[in-house]
């Protein structure tokens, strides 16, 4: 995904020289486009509306976030106007979000889904992420602490989270269902005790850190690994190392 800093200056977007983002299939027979908006950090209506609409007029169709990003509500708004004017339906784009630590219990992970959707404006998610594999205390803040600051977590396994995603995908709410930050005994642990194969695991993936092996695991299982981070995160060394 591409990551996108909330700095208000214009963000990279790649061109695709005025055609569509190519997709690839998925092997429930869903499709994605290969290359996802990502919308971490932007906190701003204003910015959100440029950001999408530049990058719907590039060729995107593919806008990733997360409640935790704490800006789908901007996001909803951002493609209301985008529908109103009859630049988009909601086919023509594919929405990804993911399912926040404190909503693993199974039945927290369908409030999760409905709250996500509730923020987008939406009635379905192309595809809904668990985020991370761990849970943390149920409540208001998505990073509950204790007076050390370490996190406080509750004893969830992925398992049970999972058949909450399942249960998402029964009922309708999501078209695909996937993981996001799962290394591959987490994985394992899905496809031997679950029904449903996670179609995707989302990892921060680029040239300083490649994750072969996680990467070969997921396509030996497959399931579709998609890179947050891919050219770097924020002002990366990637960013400016040379062409040639």
Same mark, same amino acid.
Request: net charge negative.
């Given at each position: 995904?591409?990551?996108i800093n909330n700095n208000h200056e214009k963000p990279f977007i790649l061109p695709f020289n005025g055609q569509l983002a190519p997709k690839l299939r998925f092997t429930d027979g869903m499709r994605i486009p290969i290359i996802g908006l990502g919308t971490y950090d932007i906190r701003d209506q204003k910015? %959100?509306?440029q950001v999408i609409e530049d990058a719907v007029d590039v060729g995107y169709r593919h806008i990733d976030t997360?409640? =935790?990003?704490?800006n789908e509500n901007?996001?909803?708004n951002t493609l209301k106007k985008l529908f109103n004017k009859n630049k988009i339906k909601r086919d023509d784009i594919f929405v990804t979000s993911k399912v926040w630590n404190t909503f693993h219990r199974r039945h927290k992970v369908i409030e999760g889904i409905k709250l996500s959707?509730?923020?987008l404006g939406l009635d379905y998610l192309d595809l809904a992420l668990v985020h991370w594999p761990m849970a943390y205390k149920e409540g208001p803040e998505n990073h509950p602490k204790h007076p050390n600051g370490s996190a406080i977590n509750m004893d969830i396994s992925v398992v049970e989270t999972w058949r909450g %995603?399942?249960?998402?995908y029964k009922l309708g709410l999501v078209k695909s269902i996937g993981v996001s930050n799962f290394?591959? =005994?987490q994985l394992s642990r899905l496809l031997r005790e679950t029904h449903i194969k996670p179609i995707v695991n989302q990892i921060e993936c680029n040239p300083y850190l490649s994750q072969e092996k996680l990467v070969n695991f997921c396509?030996?299982?497959g399931i579709q690994v998609v890179a947050w981070s891919p050219i770097g995160r924020g002002n990366s060394q990637l960013l400016n190392e040379p062409l040639s």
């Open positions: 995904m591409d990551n910015l %959100m509306d997360a409640y =935790e990003y704490q901007l996001i909803g959707l509730n923020s %995603m399942e249960d998402t290394n591959s =005994e396509k030996a299982q």
